[in-house]
């Protein structure tokens, strides 16, 4: 199939309101008439079955790419550039983003009462969480639209990313974080990458509120995730997978919610892979939040997902304490078209779970690991079915969180906190570090005591 012909077809994209319908400009973040979110369409997709944009074609440019020598076609996302908005290739800036690998989790597996567990890490991205994924398609887009700062209110690893990829493309950029609510390893990203970070003594959602104001009165680029082109090359995640399982659709998919834009994101691409044909059967794709910022769960469980129900967000996964998160239609649309649920867990069940992921030699921080204590609730409703192919979706590195892990191993994460009590259960996880005299007979004697 000439590549030619499939390539002239990347530009038909436009942006339409996910309410009213409403078409609009490429660089605006709500509809002008109804202020829903937009999102961005491919119109040019339904007359393209005879011209080649077909499935066979598609996979086979997909994977050919992958030993092309461009930037572009080294890039997880870029390589699927058919299914994304036309940006010129001088204006992407790629650190060569995606193709993160899916590891399968035996012992996880186990402790869910499952079969076989498979994770898709998006912690090996760039700088460190699957935010890169979509950065590169946004920040891509604001330097070919001329925008010289870019900016984002953030729990962490947005700010680190964006950071990042402004860097790379000779913007400039705005970082606005909650004082003391984010991790140091993402605060000192952002720092490292020359962003422009102010801690304000709010939370994330007091961030976002004075970021809308201050976008508004500046010429800077918005790239928190109600950017549409955020979610377009976030998109990219689940074409990666369904590659990486030969195009077969695993039954179940988890993803932590936050703002709820990565579950949106993933839903938004079964969606398109079914309509070009790439696969026959959707996923269902269930969301886990934290107990203590479940504005999701309460919302679809209280109003059948018809209004937020925002919520004041505690807990220690930090990159998920979000009480007003924007993307929640555009969620509620993938759990209900894809036949999937919404669960929350506990602080305790979280840090379990994540101890349980680093058990299998992969690791992550507290936000992905909701996921797994998701799935063994999911697991206990029969909701998921020991013998059924589930994929977590897994965030964020291991080191983007290193306090957290080294608390909850010393043993004193919920020193003085409300679930204290509830946390004991967790002491048979803790892998404490033990300190020694520097002698021999000491490690040899520990050693044998470890074997028993
Ligand atoms: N996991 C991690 C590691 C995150 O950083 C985030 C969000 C989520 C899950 C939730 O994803 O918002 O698309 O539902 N972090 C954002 C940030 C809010 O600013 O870094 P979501």
Not at 25 to 40: M, Q, T, V
Not at 70 to 83: A, L, T, Y
Not at 357 to 386: H, M, N, Q, W, Y
Request: proline share 4%; net charge positive.
């Amino acid at each position: 199939m000439a590549e030619q012909a499939i390539q002239t077809r990347q530009s038909v994209s436009q942006l339409r309101c996910i309410g009213c319908g409403k078409s609009a400009l490429a660089d605006r973040f709500r509809c002008e008439r109804c202020r829903d979110l937009l999102e961005i369409i491919y119109p040019g997709w339904q007359d393209e079955g005879s011209h080649g944009l077909n499935a066979g074609s598609l996979r086979k440019l997909w994977r050919d790419r992958r030993a092309s020598l461009d930037s572009r076609d080294q890039s997880g996302v870029w390589r699927f550039r058919e299914i994304l908005p036309e940006i010129s290739a001088q204006q992407v800036i790629t650190l060569r983003e995606g193709n993160t690998p899916v590891y399968e989790l035996p012992r996880c597996a186990k402790s869910a009462g499952m079969k076989q567990l498979f994770a898709k890490h998006q912690g090996m991205n760039p700088t460190g969480s699957f935010k890169d994924t979509g950065m590169t398609v946004a920040a891509s887009f604001a330097r070919q639209a001329g925008y010289k700062w870019v900016a984002c209110a953030s729990t962490g690893n947005t700010s680190a990313s964006m950071a990042a990829y402004a860097a790379r493309g000779g913007l400039r950029s705005l970082v606005l974080i909650p004082d003391g609510k984010i991790s140091w390893s993402k605060l000192s990203q952002s720092l490292d990458y020359g962003a422009l970070t102010c801690q304000l003594k709010t939370d994330f959602d007091g961030c976002v509120r004075v970021l809308n104001e201050v976008v508004q009165r500046m010429p800077v680029y918005l790239l928190n995730s109600v950017n549409p082109y955020r979610v377009e090359g976030q998109k990219t995640v689940a074409f990666e997978l369904l590659e990486q399982f030969g195009w077969d659709s695993p039954d179940h998919i988890i993803v932590p919610g936050g703002n709820l834009a990565n579950s949106s994101a993933i839903g938004k691409a079964m969606r398109e892979m079914k309509q070009l044909g790439l696969i026959s059967k959707l996923p269902r794709i269930s969301v886990i939040q934290a107990k203590g910022a479940n504005p999701f769960i309460r919302t679809v469980r209280e109003k059948g997902g018809k209004d937020l129900v925002p919520v004041h967000a505690e807990t220690m996964a930090s990159a998920i304490r979000i009480g007003s998160p924007a993307s929640w239609k555009k969620a509620v649309r993938v759990i209900q078209e894809t036949d999937g649920t919404v669960e929350d867990v506990s602080e305790t069940e979280i840090a379990i779970a994540k101890s349980e992921v680093g058990a299998d030699g992969i690791g992550c921080e507290p936000a992905s690991a909701v996921t797994l204590a998701g799935l063994k609730k999911l697991v206990k409703r029969e909701f998921v079915k020991p013998g059924e192919s589930v994929v977590l979706i897994l965030t964020g590195h291991v080191l983007k969180d290193s306090e957290f892990t080294l608390k909850f191993h010393r043993g004193d994460l919920f020193s003085g906190t409300p679930d204290e009590r509830e946390a004991t259960s967790s002491r048979p996880h803790q892998r404490a570090p033990v300190v020694l005299d520097p002698s021999v007979s000491a490690v040899i004697e520990l050693l044998r005591s470890a074997e028993q």
